[in-house]
């Protein structure tokens, strides 16, 4: 069975971040794509985000593994919303599951192109909200 190209490009951003393969993984992202980097905090655009990644890899002392342990990806027309179990861990850090939330939207040539990547999902709900 065919997966969803959503599917797999998530699959190649997880390998990319792992790999420390920051050109592979920027592709990912639309221009002007939001990454939660924690709550509170974003980088906006893929200048930004390619930083971000960068002192990632770095605070997980260029281990960090990704993976996901279920998704849902629902779609309307050229915008999806991805509900995902999302597994982070590396040196010294343990496994944890987050339950993330993305958004990806169909470029004009017809590739799904990641414009909100937020692997706290409703974490990032402040309580003063």
């Known amino acids: 069975m065919n ?9 190649k951003a997880d390998k990319a ?3 420390e393969d920051f050109d ?3 592709d990912i992202y639309t221009d002007d794509a939001v990454l939660v980097i924690e709550p509170g905090r974003n980088a906006v655009g893929k200048s930004e985000i390619r930083k971000a990644f960068e002192a990632i ?7 960090l593994q990704v993976e996901q342990n279920g998704m ?5 027309g ?9 597994v982070i861990s590396g040196p010294g850090f343990p496994a944890a599951e987050r339950k ?3 958004v990806f939207n169909k470029s004009h040539g017809g590739v799904w192109l990641c414009s ?3 692997s706290y999902g409703h974490g990032i709900i402040s309580k003063n909200a």
């Open 3 to 11: 997966q969803h190209p959503i599917r797999l490009q998530i699959e």
């Open 78 to 86: 050229d915008t999806a919303l991805v509900l995902a179990n999302t």
């Open 24 to 26: 592979v993984l920027i």
């Open 17 to 19: 971040i792992v790999d």
């Open 72 to 76: 849902e990806i629902l779609e309307s």
């Open 57 to 63: 890899a770095v605070y997980f002392k260029n281990g």
């Open 116 to 118: 909100i990547d937020n």
């Open 100 to 102: 993330a939330t993305y």
